[in-house]
């Protein structure tokens, strides 16, 4: 199984656009690019379904992403010191009847 071929977002839009505007099959435009047939037509639907948020990127964190990974740690923390403390609420409450 070879490495996935990942592509841009610049390259998806231009090759919806050639899809559209060429007055060629898309088998024939496709083949042409590189690709499959049935990605194109993929890309061709994840557009007009979503628009410009059609495709995002690759996946890798953003900045909202690692903000909310910080968030979770640092909750994640809080919920240990909770946890801490209530164990010493109780030990010293044991401690003086």
């Known amino acids: 199984m070879g490495k996935r071929t990942t592509y841009t977002k610049e390259f998806k839009l231009e090759a919806v ?4 505007t ?5 088998a024939e435009v496709a083949r042409e690019l590189g690709i499959k047939r049935n990605q194109l037509y993929k890309w ?6 979503k628009g410009e948020a059609a495709f995002p990127g690759s996946g ?5 992403s690692k903000e909310l990974a910080r968030l979770r740690r640092e909750n994640a923390r809080l919920k240990e010191e909770m946890e801490i403390l209530k ?7 044991k401690q003086n009847p």
């Open 17 to 20: 656009r050639l899809l559209k």
């Open 44 to 49: 061709k639907e994840a557009l007009e379904a």
């Open 22 to 26: 060429a007055n060629r099959p898309a």
């Open 60 to 64: 890798k964190h953003t900045e909202t």
């Open 87 to 93: 164990k010493a609420a109780i030990y010293f409450a």
